[in-house]
């Protein structure tokens, strides 16, 4: 069963940072992998993409340049460091399997993330 343990949100001023684990319940070795972001009333959205072997990564304007996806196979773990955060990256974040967009229909918990002074 496929399965998305996200962690790592919290609260955290304007200007701070926050990195986000994703723990999967499969091996990540045959999958892009990918982080998501579901703000206050708008539609679930991709954040971060990131190849089979880590080296190819990509980010909407929104967040490129602040964000920075990583991945751990051995740990079966992706991660998303992120900094100078604002107001508006105030959401929930999941991630799932794929590059641009979600290979699988299951999704976790989310973790939240919450910008805030």
């Known amino acids: 069963q496929v399965q998305f343990v996200e962690s790592g949100g919290g609260l955290v001023q304007p200007g701070g940072s926050l990195t986000l684990s994703c723990t999967a319940s499969?091996?990540?070795?045959?999958?892009?992998m990918s982080w998501y972001r579901q703000r206050p009333g708008k539609e679930r959205e991709l954040v971060a993409g990131?190849?089979?072997?880590?080296?190819?990564?990509q980010y909407p304007d929104s967040v490129k340049g602040r964000f920075t996806i990583s991945r751990d196979n051995a740990k079966k773990t992706v991660y998303l460091q992120m900094i100078s955060l604002t107001p508006e990256d105030t959401a929930i974040y999941y991630c799932?399997?794929?590059?641009?967009?979600?290979?699988?229909?299951?999704w976790g918990q989310g973790t939240q993330v919450t910008v805030s002074s």
């Open positions: 799932n399997a794929g590059f641009d967009s979600p290979y699988f229909n299951s």
């Open positions: 499969f091996t990540l070795n045959n999958y892009a």
């Open positions: 990131v190849d089979y072997f880590g080296k190819v990564t």
